[in-house]
């Protein structure tokens, strides 16, 4: 038994939020006020999500991404990130992280089967930072970075492009990749703030933010990326490390989909832009066996939508959700 999809997509990715919960508040994620953020006995316990992670591993998952809110938030996150290491079905572990409460947990992470993290950094400037997140951190975060970027574990940095704040930053970005061996992946700004799409003068999507790139160097390199990619990914040539562009928003990369997600609520999405198919916390409650688990996962995914045009179109309301309330 496999996790297809009507257009013969086989779902092998997992995006799993930890919490809803944040200690940042991202000018682009969420409000200044933070979110609602829901009841603890409403999250799935990590015994839940070890069973869902465990169950969707036997229908051919294989890579799992932990992201939020902010995992590292969750009281105990570190001993869960064991005992999913003991999953030995599961080839890959990632985790998204802001990076503000990881430093003194990088060993572990090391010595457990993390494959990478996604750090999220959207400026170089510490007075940027902190009127993008909306808090004083940006010290601990970049000790995080150089931290990571001396361990075995992969690091990629996420960079949202937010028109009119950090654009001016975007060859600073690459030039880290010079002598570190590190991937940054500028991300489209998408309307995941709480508050739904803000106002801008210029957007500032794939093809500008590579127009503006190819503009300062005179060579970049394409990199043969695997099909199920979210990035379109370079190199600038005799650079250590690498750069990508997500279209998260423009979305031309969902024909090769391979993911799913489940909130730290339980709700199960086939994509970002869906309001949600399912809560399999409330399934797990009311009792489902494994098996039973497996069916719905696999009836599920056969009606994944075939891109988030579609699935946007088809939840008929306006997207304003936070992405700490989506998962990362």
């Given at each position: 038994?496999?996790?297809?999809?009507?257009?013969?997509?086989?779902?092998t990715?997992?995006?799993l939020a930890i919490?809803?919960?944040?200690?940042?508040?991202?000018q682009?994620?969420?409000?200044?006020?933070?979110?609602d953020?829901v009841d603890?006995t409403?999250?799935?316990s990590?015994?839940e999500m070890f069973r869902?992670?465990?169950?969707?591993s036997?229908?051919g998952?294989?890579?799992?991404?932990?992201?939020?809110?902010e995992p590292f938030?969750?009281?105990d996150?570190?001993?869960?990130?064991?005992?999913?290491?003991?999953n030995?079905?599961?080839e890959e572990?990632?985790i998204?992280?802001?990076?503000?409460?990881i430093s003194n947990h990088?060993?572990?992470?090391?010595?457990?089967?993390?494959?990478?993290?996604n750090l999220?950094?959207d400026s170089?400037q510490?007075?940027?930072?902190?009127?993008?997140t909306?808090r004083?951190?940006f010290?601990?975060?970049?000790?995080t970075?150089?931290?990571l970027e001396k361990s075995?574990?992969?690091?990629?940095?996420?960079?949202v492009?937010?028109?009119?704040?950090n654009?001016?930053?975007i060859?600073?970005?690459?030039e880290?990749?010079?002598n570190k061996?590190i991937a940054?992946?500028?991300?489209e700004?998408?309307p995941?703030?709480g508050?739904?799409?803000r106002?801008?003068?210029e957007v500032w999507?794939?093809k500008?933010?590579l127009?503006?790139?190819?503009?300062q160097y005179?060579?970049i390199?394409?990199i043969?990326?695997?099909?199920s990619?979210?990035?379109?990914?370079?190199?600038?040539?005799?650079?250590?490390?690498?750069f990508g562009?997500?279209?998260a928003f423009?979305r031309?990369?969902?024909?090769?989909?391979?993911r799913i997600?489940?909130?730290?609520?339980?709700?199960?999405?086939?994509?970002?832009f869906d309001?949600?198919?399912?809560n399999?916390?409330?399934f797990?409650?009311?009792?489902a066996?494994d098996?039973e688990?497996k069916?719905?996962f696999?009836?599920?995914?056969?009606h994944k939508?075939e891109n988030?045009f579609?699935?946007e179109?088809a939840?008929g309301?306006a997207v304003?959700?936070?992405?700490?309330t989506?998962g990362?």
């Open positions: 038994m496999e996790l297809l999809d009507k257009f013969g997509r086989k779902i990715y997992l995006r919490t809803d919960r944040c200690n940042l508040r991202c682009y994620c969420m409000p200044a006020q933070g979110i953020i603890r409403e999250l799935l990590y015994k869902i992670t465990r169950v969707l036997e229908l998952v294989n890579k799992v991404r932990l992201t939020g809110g938030v969750r009281k996150f570190i001993n869960f990130l064991e005992s999913l290491s003991f030995d079905k599961l572990i990632n998204t992280t802001n990076g503000a409460l990088i060993d572990k992470l090391e010595s457990y089967k993390i494959n990478a993290i999220s950094l170089l510490k007075e940027k930072f902190e009127k993008i909306r004083d951190v010290d601990s975060v970049y000790d970075f150089e931290k075995n574990l992969k690091l990629k940095l996420n960079v492009v937010q028109s009119g704040v654009t001016d930053e060859i600073d970005f690459i880290l990749t010079k061996d940054v992946r500028f991300i700004e998408m995941f703030n508050k739904g799409q106002a801008i003068s999507n794939f500008k933010i127009n503006h790139i190819k503009n005179a060579d390199d394409p043969l990326s695997k099909k990619s979210t990035s379109v990914n370079y190199r600038i040539p005799n650079y250590q490390g690498t562009i997500i279209p423009t031309t990369i969902c024909s090769d989909c391979d997600r489940i909130t730290s609520t339980g709700l199960f999405k086939n994509c970002l309001g949600g198919v399912f399999v916390r409330d797990i409650r009311n009792g066996s098996d688990l069916k719905l696999i009836d599920t995914v056969h939508p988030g579609i699935a179109a939840r309301n304003s959700e936070s992405m700490s989506i990362g």
